[in-house]
């Protein structure tokens, strides 16, 4: 059911076909406000009244309970920017030097920052990291002096959020933490927060209390830093300084070096990756004695990863014996998306699990994952009004778009392999062929009590681990194949 956001935003978009009224709404007659403030709030009720007899305690499925509960955990829409190794061929007779900051454009007009400064001598070929982001300030002033201050953080269209910075007109920055808890009456600090538009709100706190109370005289400066997330890095190939400042840089010929990424760009997590998400409890990053960290290292790397699997002493002990040298370790087990940069992601997992719990202070253990092909056979019977054949590769190409390599729902440990009501459910609702009453199947998985699913399996289904046999009911001569609905 529509929130009351939403009800607020399909007000706004229909006022633009009645342009006096839109004006006078905008500029807050109450005439106009008030009528319709009533009926949205009125509209709003009704929804969460709808919405609380339709509870999803376990497995959410609507966008606005999952955005909700994505809100309430902390997950922010934050992306990861692409970098990729820049060549710079001087084909003048001068040395140039380009600073760090210098911003190129690549064919499809995307602005990339140098992260190194390159001189670049006459002749002579040098490669400098660049990163695919852009950086854009914002100066806030409020008007009123209140605790509690929040601050709805304005993104550029089709560019997420990757860093940002605040600090106030005496350059003293602010500290970001996840929640108020620890932290010191009139402290700079700074929460960051969404709510199920998907904006970022930026909170501040009270003197008196925790955090600073924001006055009316104070200016701050936000600087941004933004992306476009994820595209196809194999299109990259030329590209040109945004701004020519001499004629010595009129020689530069640029380029992307070919086979040359750093890092993969990631868009914010998906709406399904966000449902996967939502199926942990709450959690509040502190750290635990014999605590995995899993949902805190899904929620930062899941968009860089295909596969990603953390877990504790305890756990590995079950699955791959005692052993001394496993006290006091965490074990992470990844696939990144760019095999490239699988060494470098998993240090920076380390580092960050490190930095949240320093109990395991050089005591994480990278784990080289396996890959296992999980096997489920299907024995159906459909109406002799379906085409064999053609059901059964229907049958194949759904479950290889939900459990294929790649997929969220291989993405994460699963002690018991895949959910067999869920392919159940996922088979009645999809199938035609067996949404009649003639049809039926049978579903048989494998036996991971003899065979166990460990914590570094990266399990998956393939063309070759699904078998399908299907027999098409026999008909009478002269009876219809028009099966009974």
């Not at 009224?21 to 709003?44: C, E, N």
């Not at 070919?258 to 996967?276: M, N, Q, Y």
């Not at 729902?409 to 088979?427: C, D, H, P, Q, V």
């Amino acid at each position: 059911m529509p929130t009351l956001n939403k009800i607020k935003e399909i007000s706004l978009r229909i006022l633009q076909d009645y342009p006096v009224v839109a004006a006078r709404y905008q500029a807050g007659d109450p005439t106009i406000v008030a009528p319709m403030a009533s009926m949205q709030h009125a509209i709003a009720e009704l929804s969460r009244d709808v919405s609380i007899s339709e509870l999803e305690p376990f497995t959410k499925s609507r966008e606005a309970t999952i955005l909700a509960d994505a809100a309430n955990k902390g997950i922010l829409p934050i992306a990861t920017a692409c970098q990729h190794m820049i060549e710079f061929i001087n084909n003048g007779n001068h040395t140039v030097s380009l600073l760090a900051g210098r911003i190129i454009e690549d064919g499809y007009g995307r602005a990339w920052r140098l992260l190194e400064t390159a001189n670049i001598a006459a002749g002579k070929t040098v490669e400098v990291l660049a990163e695919q982001s852009e950086v854009r300030e914002i100066t806030y002033q409020p008007v009123l002096t209140e605790p509690f201050h929040n601050y709805i953080l304005s993104l550029s269209e089709d560019l997420a959020l990757v860093a940002l910075s605040v600090k106030d007109q005496d350059d003293n920055s602010y500290r970001f933490v996840t929640r108020w808890m620890n932290t010191l009456a009139d402290e700079r600090a700074i929460t960051i927060n969404t709510n199920s538009l998907r904006e970022l709100i930026l909170g501040f706190g009270d003197s008196s209390r925790f955090g600073q109370t924001l006055q009316n005289n104070t200016v701050l400066t936000i600087q941004v830093l933004e992306s476009y997330g994820y595209f196809d890095p194999s299109m990259l190939r030329e590209a040109s300084l945004q701004d020519v400042r001499n004629g010595f840089e009129q020689k530069l010929v640029v380029r992307f070096k070919e086979g040359a990424l750093v890092k993969l760009g990631a868009d914010p997590l998906s709406i399904d990756e966000l449902r996967l998400l939502s199926s942990y409890p709450t959690y509040d990053e502190n750290a635990v004695f014999l605590g995995n960290h899993d949902f805190l290292v899904r929620k930062t790397f899941m968009a860089r990863t295909y596969f990603v699997s953390v877990w504790n002493e305890a756990v590995n002990e079950i699955y791959y014996g005692g052993n001394y040298r496993s006290i006091n370790k965490i074990f992470v087990s990844l696939v990144a998306k760019n095999t490239a940069e699988k060494v470098p992601l998993g240090l920076e997992i380390s580092r960050y699990i490190e930095m949240v719990d320093n109990y395991y202070l050089n005591n994480v253990v990278i784990v080289e994952p396996e890959e296992r092909a999980f096997s489920i056979k299907i024995d159906a019977t459909i109406a002799a009004v379906h085409d064999a054949e053609t059901v059964k590769q229907q049958i194949k190409t759904l479950l290889l778009g939900y459990y294929g390599k790649g997929k969220i729902a291989s993405s994460y440990f699963l002690s018991n392999g895949f959910n067999s009501k869920e392919i159940t459910r996922l088979l009645e609702k999809n199938i035609a062929a067996f949404q009649d009453r003639t049809s039926d199947f049978k579903l048989f998985v494998e036996d991971t009590e003899k065979n166990p699913i460990k914590p570094n399996h990266w399990l998956f289904m393939t063309d070759t681990s699904i078998s399908v046999d299907i027999k098409v009911i026999k008909t009478s001569i002269g009876e219809s194949k028009w099966s009974v609905i």
